[in-house]
């Protein structure tokens, strides 16, 4: 049936059960995107939107780019799918040579994966059986941090650090243990970029290994920035102290980079703009742009090796999805690094850090605004909790902030921003004036 243009919501919208959405108050008042071209949604009333999330921190490179929509295209008609195990074909691997190419100098191997809670997943397995591959089986736990998301598979959630995504869900993996997480507020509110207060918070990694031994510890994962819980710099130190306490108790540190990777910081990756490097960084929205599911996993060359031996007949890796390396997906994927370098994203990102930085400080004198942080083309805004009521401050601007054309993201009492990277000052001056006047009028 011919899609309504007049019309493009459907009339019945009971079947789709919709993810992290408060479904049946979604469905009394859709709020549904037709269409998106560069730094604009437009929405099924007709309005155009400007994006100030990258959909959800992944349209890195703006909507709707012809590039990536051509190298989709043309893929679908050569090649739509090749089995992934035993079998590949061509731009899987061209896509893990340019990644290669663009990551920090040890991440040599790249395994795919369908999304960032796979690659995840995917980090963690590795981790584990790279210490059995070493000789050291006895290293299983797993170490997270508070407030860290690490998407939503049983892996992601054990480790991550969100109460409402792990309470509901049971017994979750054994042998997990967390770090405190780095918000400081009472040191280090408005702090533009790394705060100063917090690296002794690594040390906590210490006392966990004292606890158990260092001999049961096989990995601790982070996001070097957290986002999804509310854009948490890195304290200044403290990834270089968790870098070191790793490396004493021969613990291998997982950067979980779905959000910093591609640019978000101004660099390829948080790891090269800490200049701080784990052993693993997992990956994903920006790597297509968010236009196709995928993600990776990038390793080293030693974790690499550890499970290249024995017989060459044997299976290295037991391992891996139907869709790991898609071709559609590795077509995509090029594309999106091509457009990348082609517009030189991520320095224009760079370029771009300090406006934003003092956008978004500017509405430090707005009602209710009790922290911002900021670091490249990210920020947060956190407002202050209405005392005993569930309703969240930051939801209403969001609500709000969406009836006058501009997206924004919200987790708690937080506003995350995190545009495409080709947003222009224009739009910055745009985003931060609806906001302020949002602010302005919030209960
Ligand atoms: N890790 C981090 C740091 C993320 O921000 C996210 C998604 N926001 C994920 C993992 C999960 O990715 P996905 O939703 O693609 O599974």
């Known amino acids: 049936m011919a899609l309504d243009r007049s019309n493009p919501v459907p009339n019945d919208l009971s079947a789709f059960w919709m993810p992290f959405t408060a479904n049946r108050q979604f469905k009394k008042a859709p709020r549904m995107m037709v269409s998106a071209d560069r730094m604009h949604y437009k929405t099924a009333d007709g309005r155009e939107v400007l994006d100030g999330t990258a959909g959800l921190w992944c349209c890195n490179a703006g909507h709707n780019r012809p590039k990536i929509v051509e190298a989709i295209r043309q893929q679908a008609g050569e090649l739509d ?50 210490q059995r591959a070493i000789g050291q089986g006895t290293r299983t736990r797993l170490i997270g941090r508070e407030r860290g998301y690490h998407g939503v598979g049983f892996g992601g959630i054990s480790v991550g650090g969100i109460v409402n995504n792990r309470k509901f869900f049971g017994t979750l993996l054994n042998g997990v243990d967390h770090l405190p997480h780095t918000h400081l507020p009472a040191q280090n509110a408005f702090t533009r970029g790394q705060p100063e207060h917090g690296a002794h918070l690594a040390d906590e990694l210490e006392r966990i290994v004292a606890l158990h031994g260092p001999e049961t510890i096989a990995a601790c994962i982070v996001e070097p920035m957290a986002g999804s819980t509310g854009v948490l710099m890195p304290p200044k130190g403290y990834l270089e102290k968790l870098r070191s306490i790793c490396t004493k108790h021969g613990i291998l540190l997982i950067f979980d980079e779905v959000i910093t990777g591609f640019g978000r910081l101004g660099s390829p990756f948080a790891a090269d703009h800490f200049g701080v490097m784990p052993d693993m960084i997992t990956c994903a929205k920006g790597l297509t742009n968010g236009v196709i599911p995928m993600g990776a996993v990038l390793a080293t060359k030693e974790i690499h090796e550890a499970f290249m031996q024995g017989p060459e007949h044997m299976i290295e890796l037991f391992h891996g999805y139907t869709y790991s390396g898609n071709p559609i997906a590795s077509a995509a994927g090029l594309a999106t690094l091509e457009l990348y370098r082609e517009e030189g994203l991520f320095e224009r990102a760079a370029g771009m850090a300090s406006y934003w930085e003092d956008a978004v400080h500017s509405l430090r004198d707005c009602p209710h605004v009790i922290d911002i942080r900021n670091m490249g083309l990210i920020a947060g805004i956190e407002l202050e909790p209405i005392a005993g009521e569930p309703t969240k401050r930051a939801f209403t601007a969001f609500l709000d902030a969406y009836e006058h054309n501009v997206l924004i993201r919200t987790t708690g009492d937080i506003i995350a921003l995190s545009p495409p990277l080709i947003i222009e000052k224009a739009h910055i001056d745009t985003l931060f004036g609806t906001l302020r006047d949002i602010l302005k009028r919030l209960h």
Do not use: C, W
């Not at 195990?85 to 369908?114: I, Y």
């Open 81 to 130: 799918y090749a089995p992934a195990f035993q079998m590949g074909h061509p731009k899987a691997f061209e896509l893990a040579n340019r990644l290669r190419d663009m990551a920090p100098e040890p991440f040599e191997h790249v395994f795919f994966t369908n999304s960032g809670s796979e690659a995840v997943d995917t980090a963690l397995k590795i981790a584990i059986a790279y």
